[in-house]
């Protein structure tokens, strides 16, 4: 289980593979898990949810950065996050129930936009080809994913 830890640093089960990550000024840290595998939103969050614990909730600016830092490593596609459009169109929230506002935040130039081919957009992935920024994204796209333990 994650909690505090000596001098402010969280504790982290490294049990499946999780890891702590930290930003160098120590204002970042998650205990966290890149999946590599593809699923789709609710899929890799029920993954996430059976290993104790939930897709990544990215709500600071250094804890997007510091996650970035590491999947610029895998280059892949994207990487579903822990954020959906639960109440409808752009009203994203965390799997925590905090809001996401869409004027902060990592979003790419134009993003979310709702929209792709006449195709709803309701969850949030980090996506490779904006420098893993966020995008709002069909949630049934087979993406590799970041599970947080708290």
């Not at 992935?125 to 708290?150: K, T, V």
Request: hydrophobic letters at 35%; glycine letters at 10%.
């Amino acid at each position: 289980m994650q909690g505090e830890g000596v001098a402010g640093q969280i504790t982290c089960d490294t049990s499946a593979g999780y890891q702590l990550f930290t930003n160098t000024a120590g204002s970042a840290q998650l205990c966290a898990k890149i999946h590599t595998e593809r699923k789709s939103w609710d899929e890799a969050r029920t993954m996430c949810q059976s290993e104790g614990g939930d897709l990544v909730v990215l709500d600071s600016a250094a804890k997007s950065l510091l996650m970035k830092h590491q999947v610029y490593q895998h280059r892949h596609t994207g990487y579903w996050i822990g954020g959906k459009d639960l109440l409808g169109q752009d009203t994203f929230q965390w799997v925590n129930n905090q809001d996401i506002a869409l004027d902060i935040g990592d979003w790419a130039n134009g993003q979310p936009n709702n929209f792709d081919g006449g195709h709803a957009q309701d969850c949030v992935n980090m996506w490779g080809q904006d420098d893993y920024e966020w995008h709002d994204d069909m949630c049934a796209r087979p993406l590799e994913f970041i599970c947080e333990r708290s």
